[in-house]
């Protein structure tokens, strides 16, 4: 049974750098079948994708964030991280991490960690 | 982007009612459409993928239709775990967007 698991500084200062890993377990980490992603949730608001790592090592970002975000992967360690560089107090919420697939070609994220909350202080 | 839209934000029922939660896309993404339900501290839960295909494990209670821009998540049957959140989200194209959620609530 794949396992999905968000770890990472629950506490982050403003103007500094957000970093979380997922690591990925119970299944193959390295099949052009699957991509990963991270996905946020600020307090008491809807869910945000953030962006995609896929096999290829290519990267998709939304663009809101693109000129401070890292998706990168470490097959070695089955994990993948996001950093968000210069948070502010509007960067505070429950972060997940996801692994995307197919069927029928139409895509989904069909695995999701429990979450992580981080908190941006001034 | 593709901007989601659902309705209602809340939906308030009792045990056995039939739920419809709809869900409207800013432009055509075909069946590029899947539903999550999302509980307090817990992962959120793929439902529904392209639109009407249900994710292996899910209760047949569950239905999605649509195609299009107008999308449709049904529950017969109303449980008592089936009080969550629920979201559209569209893989049409990136950046991948949700829906503002509706929470399905106990009357």
């Known amino acids: 049974q794949l396992q999905v698991q968000e770890s990472g500084p629950g506490l982050v200062k403003s103007s500094e750098t957000l970093s979380l890993t997922c690591t990925v377990s119970g299944d ?16 008491g608001r809807g869910l945000e994708w953030i962006g995609n790592v896929y096999y290829s090592g290519n990267t998709d970002y939304t663009p809101s964030l693109r000129s401070r975000v890292t998706i990168s992967v470490d097959t070695s360690k089955t994990q993948f991280s996001l950093k968000l560089r210069s948070v502010t107090a509007t960067d505070t919420a429950v972060y997940y991490c996801a692994r995307g697939s197919y069927g029928y070609s139409y895509g989904y994220f069909d695995h999701w960690g429990q979450g992580a909350l981080v908190t941006v202080s001034a | 982007d593709i901007q989601m839209s659902q309705s ?59 195609s299009g821009t107008d999308f449709t998540l049904t529950i017969s049957s109303l449980q008592s775990e089936d009080f969550a959140t629920y979201y559209c989200q569209q893989s049409y194209s990136t950046p991948y967007t949700f829906g503002q959620g509706t929470k399905v609530e106990i009357e």
């Open chain 1, 28 to 43: 193959s980490f390295t099949s052009d079948s699957y991509w990963w992603g991270w996905i946020r949730q600020p307090p």
């Open chain 2, 8 to 66: 209602p934000s809340s939906l308030f029922a009792t045990v056995g009612d039939r739920g419809t939660i709809t869900c409207r896309a800013s432009q055509s993404i075909g069946r590029y459409l899947n539903w999550y339900q999302h509980k307090p501290g817990k992962a959120p839960k793929l439902l529904i993928y392209a639109a009407s295909n249900l994710q292996s494990g899910v209760p047949s209670r569950f239905s999605g239709s649509g």
